[in-house]
């Protein structure tokens, strides 16, 4: 995935995969969302990012439909792009995003009405499981270190 930085940027490139079972979906109906396992921006301080299934939306627009997200924690502090590929094989599904993190919303894809994603005839899911795959970079800017040297102060 091409990404375009300067200097001034601090890179974190990851590739998650997360396989789900139909059930573990079906239990969460009701609440609305199942978060996957965390991980750490091994080289941008302060960040975790994951992968969040919403089966009811999140506002009024995609009320009723299954979003698979990536979620960044810790962007309200610092400004994080996200450029990334997710995708869904079994139902040939795959977007490319790119995303400003200056909120709790997490980028990535509306797949389809809830009730369709997890019905009966469902093509998602196969043998019972669905597998999730997201794929890129996460990129900060390098903070400034301001240091006093002798009687002047330099910005680095």
């Known amino acids: ?12 490139p990851f590739n998650i995969k997360w396989k789900l079972h139909k059930s573990d979906l079906m239990d969460i109906k009701e609440k609305g969302y199942l ?4 991980y750490y921006a091994f080289n941008i301080p302060g960040i975790q990012y994951f992968i969040t299934f919403l ?14 997200l990536l979620f960044v924690n ?4 610092k400004k994080i792009v996200g450029k990334f590929k997710m995708s869904i094989k079994s ?15 997490g980028g990535g894809i509306i797949i389809c ?10 093509k998602y899911f ?8 997201v ?22």
């Not at 995935?1 to 890179?11: A, F, T």
């Not at 810790?74 to 502090?77: I, L, P, T, V």
């Not at 043998?127 to 999730?132: P, T």
């Open 113 to 122: 009405k809830t009730d369709e994603f997890l019905g009966p005839k469902s």
């Open 55 to 68: 089966t009811n939306g999140y506002n009024k627009e995609t009320f009723g439909q299954t979003l698979a």
């Open 135 to 156: 794929k890129g970079v996460l990129k900060s800017q390098r903070p400034t270190i301001s240091y006093t040297l002798s009687c002047a102060t330099y910005t680095n």
């Open 1 to 12: 995935m091409e990404s375009s930085s300067s200097i001034n940027d601090i890179i974190c």
């Open 91 to 105: 139902a040939k599904l795959s977007c490319a995003v790119n995303y400003v993190y200056d909120s709790n919303i």
């Open 35 to 38: 978060k996957g396992k965390c």
């Open 126 to 133: 196969v043998n019972g499981e669905l597998n999730v795959r």
């Open 74 to 77: 810790g962007s309200e502090e």
